[in-house]
């Protein structure tokens, strides 16, 4: 029988194993139109955490109770829709599960790109239109700019490091630990902060960004959104794309520099990036080719067994990835 | 022979009377294309706070014992210009002294509206172009959109709210005080809060901003920023004009709202006006319309004399004026 995660409890702050729970899919014959999916890669997705929350957001919150919804990819297995035949691989939101029953509408063929399929659950997929729509629509990032990113190492922060080279910026990225910046370096980035080596983000930044910064991609808040302030150039655009640091806190976001967006007519933009959805084909487009001209390279992080996916979720909440954080069942 | 203000030293904090000593100018005659004004208005504004700090931004800051600056309208009494003849009224930046010496280019003569020639200090002049252009340019208000607006009974304040209703807004101002609430409501608001009476700025924007916010023309930052971030609508513009209430603060602002502007898409964008100098005309044609339709009031807190010119500069910091605060010599 079929298993997926339920939502058990709300977390307050960071969630717990305990607000899971596994259970039984009972199972169930497919209505007409209808496929049945036997998911092979699960996404978790920091956004995930807002749906726990019973609180009004783009997105409505996971029921209690309910299987949890997130980005999977699988394999069509039973098919009563047109659209689909058996041993299809197939995109869809089915996830936090092992078998996935939808109506066609719901599911989408892959993208003919050549890449793995699970890639179309990180760059190539939602965190990967998160960074292009971010970087280049939304920050308005151009060539010569100076674009600071944080969570650089993530599935969307890596990508920003690499479109953002692409386009010829000077890109600052900031990660935690050796080994990922490490990684974000062998990405093109010009210069990376290591967040956890004690030294102020505001400080560091300051030493690497001698002449400030244009462009700021925001996946964390707090102390990077606040050295991003303190550093940024006249006419400087921020994307804000996640607060990761805040998702589980109750303390206020703390901002020092704030007042600096009037003297530097700053902007700060909120996004989300279903509403650049209609644009896909821009996406797959820029990809596809950086694709081909080996400008893109990613990395996954891989837990194994829906058994292990609460842990790879809280994970992205401590710096467990680098690269896109992925369950494969 | 003439005084001038000078800066005595630099503040921590709120300025005190001790930064500022009064000093007399030595007499001098005029060069060939200058001008001598006899000041009759003197501006204080919240931006002059920043000139007082030895940091660079978008207006050099003040020098130590050299005399201040800032918005003056005042009678030339001698000219050596073409431009201007004896006994005229003009505009200019020499302010802070009884007398000014200018370069004729550095003066301009007052635009022709029916108004008394202390009107271009505040509401026809600098901080009633901020309101303009902060309003309808950085924060695109339009017809139907429910504007809030912080220390809506000054200078800028009192003019957004004026220009907000006469585009078809509906406007809720905080003010502090039941007098200035009051007149604030004379202005046409459609709902004041005042945020001196004890229920936290969040709670009360709540209760009149049921359908939340489209637009937040941002004064004094802190608390109000945060609740207008709290009740902001998608797709919510916010023009930073001004932060008041950390000028003189070493405290870092604190946000408990800010991650709401990714889901709400929310855009918080910085300016100053004389980005926007170049496009007076606009302003000066529709404030006349205005001004002849009836639609503007206005009011002044007055100070008389040139001694008590810091007097009145501290008071912007303590709520002491209702509209423009202004030194009459």
Redesign the interface.
């Known amino acids: 029988m079929a298993r997926a995660w339920t939502l058990a409890s709300r977390p307050k702050g960071l969630p717990t194993p305990e607000n899971f729970a596994l259970v039984d899919l009972p199972p169930r014959e497919l209505a007409e139109g209808e496929v049945r999916i036997a998911n092979r890669w699960l996404s978790v997705d920091p956004y995930m955490r ?1 749906r726990m929350n019973d609180v009004k ?2 997105t409505p919150p996971f029921e209690l109770g309910a299987p949890m919804q997130g980005g999977a990819i699988g394999e069509v297995i039973e098919s009563r829709s047109d659209r689909f035949k058996a041993g299809e691989m197939v995109q869809h939101f089915g996830g936090w599960r092992e078998e996935a029953v939808l109506p066609a509408d719901q599911v989408q063929p892959l993208p003919q790109l050549d890449v793995d399929p699970q890639a179309y659950l990180g760059q190539l997929g939602m965190p990967g239109m998160t960074a292009y729509f971010g970087l280049l629509e939304v920050a308005q990032a151009k060539e010569g700019d100076t674009v600071f990113v944080s969570a650089a190492a993530g599935a969307v922060g890596s990508t920003v490091v690499q479109i953002a080279k692409a386009k010829g910026c000077r890109v600052i990225g900031s990660a935690g630990g050796a080994d990922k910046c490490a990684w974000v370096e062998s990405l093109g980035a010009d210069a990376v902060i290591d967040y956890k080596s004690g030294t102020p983000v505001v400080k560091a930044l300051g030493e690497v960004a001698r002449t400030g910064i244009d462009v700021y991609f925001d996946n964390v ?1 707090g102390e990077h959104l ?1 050295a991003a302030l303190a550093h940024g150039n006249q006419g400087a655009r921020f994307a ?4 990761i640091d ?2 589980n806190s109750a303390k ?5 520099y ?15 990036v279903s ?1 650049y959805t209609d644009r896909a084909a821009d996406f797959y487009r820029d990809m596809g080719g950086w694709l081909k001209d080996g400008k893109l390279q990613r990395n996954e992080t891989v837990f194994d067994g829906l058994d292990a996916m609460p842990d790879a979720f809280l994970g992205l909440f401590s710096g467990g990835n680098t690269g896109k954080m992925l369950v494969r069942v």
Not at 240 to 243: A, E, N, Q, S
Not at 252 to 256: K, N, Q, S, V, Y
Not at 258 to 272: D, E, P, S, T, V
Request: aromatic fraction near 10%.
């Open positions: 807002g957001s783009y808040g606040d804000i794309c996640g607060m805040v998702y206020p976001t703390e901002l020092r704030l007042a600096r967006l009037i003297g530097m007519r700053m902007r700060i933009q909120g996004f989300i509403d």
